[in-house]
Each structure stands twice: as C-alpha cells, then as structure tokens.
C-alpha cells in the first residue's frame, strides 16, 4: 500500500513538473526540448500504478477473489502501465530503454 502511495506522488509531481525525484541524467540526455514531453508521458501509468496497488491491496485484504483469478487480474491489469512506460521511452527517446547504454 505504500508503494501504492508513492507512485501516486511520483505522478502528482510529474503532473506538477517537478524533476525532484527524476536523475539530473535523465534531463541531461533527453535535453530540455524532450524533458518536458517526456515527464508529462509519466504522469498517467505512475498514478494507474498507484491506484491498481491500492486497489488490489484492498481486494488482498478482503479476500473478495480465489488466488488463482486475483494473480491473473494482477498481471492483466499491470501489463497496462508497463506498456506505457515503455512507449513513453520509445516516443520521447527512440529507445525502449532508454537508461541502458547512456548511464555510465
């Protein structure tokens, strides 16, 4: 649930433009003309990862689903930000992953 928690803050400050918890590398190799964008595409699947953590952790505790259909909801619905996240990287950096070669 916490986790859950700050996901939704790192989107809020997302949202807010705040770079306090993205790396100075990460301006760096984006530049200033694509910074931007590319914090805006991080606002969305850091607050749908939020809410699905909160959301799933209550169903958790609620024993509302049998543990076979809650795991397969789980990975069904985190499927979604993931596949966000990685075409926020692909249209703001022309890489999936961006972080891999450039970070030394």
Same mark, same amino acid.
């Given at each position: 649930?916490?986790? *859950?928690i700050l996901m939704i803050i790192f *989107?809020? @400050?997302?949202?807010?433009? @705040?770079? &306090? =918890?993205?790396?100075? %590398? ?7 003309? %694509? ?5 805006k595409g991080l606002v969305f699947p850091?607050? =749908?990862? *939020? ?9 958790? %505790? ?8 809650? =795991?397969?909801? &789980? ?11 990685i075409a926020n990287n692909n249209i703001?950096? *022309?890489? &999936?992953? =961006?972080?891999?070669?450039?970070? %030394?």
């Amino acid at each position: 649930m916490v986790f *859950g928690i700050l996901m939704i803050i790192f *989107g809020f @400050s997302h949202l807010m433009k @705040s770079d &306090y =918890f993205l790396p100075q %590398k990460t301006r760096i190799l984006l530049g200033e003309e %694509k910074f931007q964008p590319y914090q805006k595409g991080l606002v969305f699947p850091n607050l =749908f990862t *939020g809410t699905l953590i909160i959301c799933m952790t209550i169903v958790e %505790k609620l024993e509302i689903l049998q543990t076979p259909t809650f =795991f397969a909801l &789980y990975i069904i619905l985190a499927i979604i930000p993931i596949i966000l996240f990685i075409a926020n990287n692909n249209i703001n950096t *022309g890489r &999936y992953w =961006f972080w891999v070669n450039d970070f %030394k």
